[in-house]
DNA sequence: AACGATAGGTCCACGATATGGACTTCAATA
DNA sequence: TATTGAAGTCCATATCGTGGACCTATCGTT
């Protein structure tokens, strides 16, 4: 993460422990320990733990006495759900996760797009034991990577996706050095489909397939997905995988528009500082 | 708020500013005022709007363009999304809250216990016409203040109550004068039938009831609840709002125990500073 | 339309506060 | 019993955060 020294204006520490919190988030259920923070926080590793120290009092963050390893605390949880008021798709969306789970008996997974990346907000495994482990709440990936994030960028407009791609082309070609060539062919194939299919470009032999869920206004902000490993995802059950998925999307969007009597505000979360 | 210097221990603003972030969540989906903030935390308005400032570039807050409130932002939601794996309980419990609403036509609550607190996690409305708004999610009380707080506190092992009531008694007494001498009278009734009763306590004509849930390991960490005005709580009208209550409690609790394969660990927010 | 009152928002000199290099402690591996 | 790597802590220093004072916008009132 490191910091712009600009984007400090009198909230350094401040700015920093919201970081941390994030980092967390990215840890999931096991937990970071302080030495993974360190590095990715890029903090030294005093400032770190008093932060997290600090985290810990409020409740926001908890550490395993016996692991050592920190995660979030109930205190996020909680407000997490005042905030879902607004922002929630879980009420809509999570028994869908457990139902595709149940059906496919593979791992599913409801993703979200927040600005330039997609989080995963819930994982749900199936009962076949070959499991694809590469993707867990909390993760967090740029659009185009992974199946979810593919689905969700093959689904924005053409020329939205387009200027991703251009302003992005640097961020991902760093973090996903296999994918950037191969992209706009998923695009592509993604959009003719209807549903997008990673066959395992970011980790070998795990494989995806996702579709984008759409809101009432059109817009798109969610998706439903799948991993497996090679041998489950083969075209022999490529249309089955993908009719269940289908099936889920609808219903979940159904709901969505059922609920939207008052509807969701989606504004993006960039701010524009007040001038003089 | 306000600060006790001794618990600054070199993260001053860390801690300001997730306790801001805690004011946000109490002011649930409606969004809190710049000066209702600056009242709350006790901090002088620069810092306050400061601090909020990174909130916000952090997604974590976000304010209103028209009304210029401030309200939580989705990668609060997004966050305790992922806490939600640990700490979850709407899961189980979110659809039984929606039923209570619908079958009542009151409003109907899911509460959980954090330490000494009660925070309101989801409100739900009937259709009756004439609403009790004294709770909505995020709110937080004292143990003992309100239906719901009231069923927890009775829940409790009696000697907790007990040493609850002796260690918070000032606190209680600061903020619901009214109600601490009729507490023990309260929680004993209480106990007896099963579920707590307010009878407009702590606002005149708003009337509430509630039920604990309790956990596989017995703990008791959650309840359901109903509001209405006083008229469509009275003894007519009781043992039915009671059975639908038990029902739903009842439900809850099935669910719980049959999830219960990795038990939730609901340990104590409160921390142990490592001693030299 | 001029006024006062209330609330949102910002500036910047000062000093309290957060910082990180250096250190200690502990557990696991060799 | 050395050795490594990670967790955790101390404290002198200067950086970063602070809040009094000020500006502006938007009301309701006369």
Known sequence: MDFDPAEAFGAQSAIRTL????LLGEAGTEGASLAALVRQ???????????????????????????????????????????????????????SVTRLAQKTGDAAFLQVRHGEEVVCLAREDG????????????????????????ALLAALPEAEAESYLATHARALAERYPALVPLLPGLVREARERGYS??????????WGMAMAIRGPSGGVEACLSLAAVESR?????????????????????QRLARESGPPTPLTSPTRTRNLP
Chains 1, 2 share one sequence.
């Open 19 to 22: 970081r941390l919190l994030r």
């Open 41 to 95: 926080s890029g903090l030294s590793k005093p400032t770190c733990r008093r932060l997290l120290i600090a985290l810990i009092e409020e409740g926001m963050a908890v550490q395993d006495p016996t692991t050592r390893l920190y995660s979030l605390g109930r205190e996020i949880y909680l407000l997490g759900m005042v905030a879902a008021d607004r922002y929630g798709i879980h009420r809509v969306a999570l028994d």
């Open 127 to 150: 009962t076949f034991p070959l499991r694809s482990h590469v993707l867990k709440a909390g993760d967090r990936h740029l659009l185009g990577a992974g199946a979810g994030p593919l």
């Open 197 to 206: 299919l990673n066959r395992g470009i970011l980790f070998p032999g795990s």
């Open 233 to 253: 995802m083969q075209p022999d059950r490529e249309p089955e995988l993908a009719a269940l998925l289908a099936a889920e999307v609808q219903l979940v969007e």
